[in-house]
């Protein structure tokens, strides 16, 4: 084979390749790109076909219509949004920290027992519990119906999360924490000094999931809540339709307010998430 | 062992602690006083609703509006809480907690089962009461189908809710587009309707249909099809009666305006666009789509509403829509309630909310508002069309299981639009799901 | 002397079992926060929701009622063993739709990307985009473009000669579909998933591929070069060294995408609850959807009772694949 015909097929290959991710890439866009121009559009543009791929007239105003819908308050249902998906991070962090590094690196009795229950409550589908953690929000166990406190405390212990986290602390080499000891230092010292900085990029996992997943969540925030002063920003989607119709254009724009400032912040720190993810896979 | 003994414990606990009281906990009559208390102090009530948009925004000023001038120190609360099916599903777990609301916006069948776990209170004590209840002469004047669908079989005929918010199952037409095809009226038989229907029907130069003659086959224009075919809903022993030939005739009307592809098969509220653009002749729907068929609009259309034509019964139409029932909590809560919904279908309101939301007026003297005289002789023509079907309405029945029931209609209709079953095997399905949920629920 | 050594290991043990005993007290406050939380608001809900499957329970507590509800899930001539199985059969249809084939494509694209591309980090970005969107917000877009009357999709598809097609709403199987377009009946057995399921599977492949790109492009990464070169030396083409090399050394990961995949599908709930909501004809109703629907919409003809038990049923299915997962799989993966 010649030189060039190396280079040539090379060539054809890289092209070859670059086509199919970039197909696959608009694919992967395309629902954005597609949320955001119907939301521009008017009532009748949304739902005509064939499909237009911008808005004749740019309806920028139905961005403030969506925003001042009534019975939502977007400033507000996003305050509480940051607030409980920030608090439920923080909270899970430390919770399945120290969890998972006993898990790990301490010896204790009823560990494997207590291991193999929390692993358990992976399997519980969430619909079978609704029910009785409800009952537990009221009145007469908790008292925490219709508060912040609900939408936070259930949720500030992750069992999958403390499960990641183990398997990142079984893997730092016994020796560090032998030499630690002889140093002096405790569990804690050697925790926050030593094993913390090795796990970061779990760490980053463990924040992301969780953070999404909070910010993310609707039914139990609109079983639990019920005063839009305390509801999350999920829950403000609900007034865009009703038994006699749907204003699509409007709905497209609150998804739009729901879905992009998650873009935004991914954007910025998409190198960050995508590297914590990507090193929790490889130990499995 | 342990864990085992444990597990038990915590069950046992669990049961205890859950269940707020046997069934059958509200047989016991209230005492007359329970209605008949003078409001001393202020009170404030919630009432958990499923308004949404404008309306919502046209509903709170309503209440906001009782709350200053009843005089009585009353603040009603309202809350929006989604759709009906999000409503039921928080006020399950709000039975199971014990955190109720005060009022609550229902359908009917929800209502029978709150009644069942024993958490609402018997309205005919606040509409009989001397004190705060309804005169005679009120009560007359409220529609009697509005009356009748809050009375549950199951729980004596007592009446456990009121009528809120009222729609109706009817029959909207393009009448530019009648009059093009060369009709001069509408139909008045299910025949004539077919007929015309067919009729619309155009196809474009690569073979799609590009004009439609009927949308909106859905479980309320089902029912009232089989009564206006001469067939009932309920059979007197609490099985269905909608099995017969009646229901078959529906389905097979169904049927052919599928295979004939006369039929719009709409995936939302996008038939209100097939309309809005003049290339839909018929759509059965509810009276409340009223301003979003005036939004998809892209010329000026006359239109209008009528009822349903009939082929052997009377002419009859459903009447849906949201009740609110009252839940037990403090004489003085329960009577901030009533006080409200006295007034709120009282006829200068009910007028009012009719214009502003599009739902009926409950009452006959409303027709005598001169603002919604004025308002249905002018922009809003279909809402006297409409309300003039209203004395001939009937309501789905007021039973535990209702749900379940609508629910096989829907999967028979759906059978036949996918043409995955004859109406005859779909039907009869349906039947034996729906009496089994009736009988299960008994 | 004998004492003392013996006085000697007495201190030395006395001393190991104060050691023991304060680890014992530190581990346990380090569990402690962990504990309290997934006792209250998973172990204890969960062992209320079983004593709830042992009771008739429609809007409120009616009786205990022993094994009966789930006899008549499991017992075939019971009254809801015909529901319960049809959802079985379509959980397993949805998750045999989505995990082998997100994982097919993100393995394909990992692959592509980790040959070095220009424009590497941008693809992987807008890759794992749809992943941190919310479930719920992100279905109501796709229920638009999936629209069978005016949907983006049907119009994208008339350019290849594909007539429109009823996404969300057609209940009919796609092999049947298929076979039917070319002329051939299938008996209804081989009819396969509905158009709808295979609808809700394509917004999961799209929803979660990035995620799995992303990590068996990590998994690539770790691939020491030297095996390659070794490989190359020793003449292997490309296709032998991808099977040889790659995808051993890559079966960590591709085993811990399974698995997570595998349990993610088989509790799937949003993103069906918001583009079919079980329907039409319940071919979208996955056992979740189902035990949803039952305590939530059937609530009074013993919704609660059945529903609960219904998810213990699917509990034990759910453990079972795992730990068949675990033995025949798990087997197989290459810890280097």
Redesign the interface.
Known sequence: MSRGAVMGSLRAS?VL??A??LL??I???F??Y??VT?SFKSFVEA?????TFLPSVWHFENWIEAWNFPNTRWARSFANTIFVATTVTLGTI???V??A???AR????G?TA?FS??L??????????????F??MSRRYLGWYDTYTAQI??F??S?FS?FLLRQFFLGIPKELQEAARLDGA??LRFLWSVALPLVRPALVTVALINF?AS??S?LWPLLVTSSPDIRPI?VA?LPFSNEAGTQ?HL??AG?SF??LP??AV??VA??Y??EG???????? | MRQLFA?SF???L??AA????G?GDQGAPAKDTEADITLSAPVQAVIWHNQTGASAKNFEDMVAAFNSSNGKGITIKPEVQGNY?QI??KM?GA??AGAMPDGVVAVENQV???A???VIVNIDQYIESKKNGLSKESLADIYKPYIDSNRYPQYENKILSFPFIKSLEVNMVNDDLLKELGFTAHPKTWDDFEKMARAAKRVGPDGKVTRWGWAGMGTEAFLAQVLTRGGKILNADGTVGWGGKEGLEALKLYQRCIEEAFCY????F?WQ?RFGEGNLLFATGTSTGRPFIRAAFKRPISWSIFGMPTAGGPAQTIQFGGVIAITKSTPERQLAVWEFLKWFTDTAQTAKWSIISGYMPTRASALQDSALKTHWAGPDVQGKQAFDLVPTSAAGPSI??W??VRDAIF?AL??VQ?K?ATPEDALSVAVTKAN??LK??R | MAAGVLAGDDARSAQRRRRILV??I???L??F???L??G?????????????S??RW?????R?VGLDNYRAILDPAG?RFAEFANALGVTVWYVLLTVPVEMG?ALA?AF??Y?G???R?M????????Y???????A???E??F??????LN?ALAFVGVGAQ?W?????GVFQMLASAMGIQLPAALAGPSLALVAVSIFTV?HF???QT??????L??ISREYYEAARIDGAGGWQIFRRITLPLLS??I???FIIAT?GAM?A??QIFVLTNG???DTTRTV?ML??RT????????G?GL??AM??I??LI??AI?ALQFRIAGRK?FYG
């Open positions: 890289s390749k670059h199919f991710l696959g890439a694919v992967m866009a629902p954005f597609w949320m119907t739902q005509s076909y064939p499909p430390v919770s399945a120290l969890a590094y006993a898990f301490m010896s204790f009795r560990r207590l229950l929390f358990l409550t992976i399997f519980i589908p969430n619909e079978a519990t609704l029910i009785p953690n009952v537990l405390v259930p500030l212990a069992v403390i405790g569990h999404l910010w993310n609707f999920q989607l699509y709905l497209m998804a729901v879905i998650t873009v991914y954007l998409q190198r998430f995508i993810v990507a090193r929790s896979g490889i130990r499995g | 597990l915590a069950a046992a669990v049961i859950c269940g707020p009281g069934p099916t039921y599903q399950l039975i199971q029978a089962d709150y069942k776990a024993g098969v709409p995936t939302g996008d666009d535990r299981g749900q379940e999967e759906q059978k996918t995955k089994n949920v299960e629920n | 680890e014992h530190e581990a346990y380090f569990v926060p962990a504990v939380l997934v209250v608001f998973d172990v204890l809900p969960s062992l209320a929701a079983f004593a709830m042992l009771t429609g809007v409120i507590y009616e205990f009254t494509i694209v592509v990307l040959q591309t220009v424009g980090g693809y992987r970005a807008v890759y794992f985009m749809p941190i969107t919310s479930v719920v917000a992100a109501l877009v796709f638009w473009i629209n069978a009357n005016f949907g983006f119009w009823d969300l709403r057609e209940p009919s799209w591929i990035g995620f992303v990590i068996f492009l990590a998994g990464t770790n960590p990961s085993f811990f995408v349990i509790r709930f949003s329907g039409p004809l979740s035990i949803f305590f939530f919409e059937r609530t009074s003809s013993n609660i529903g609960a998810s213990f699917l509990v759910v453990v795992t993966v």
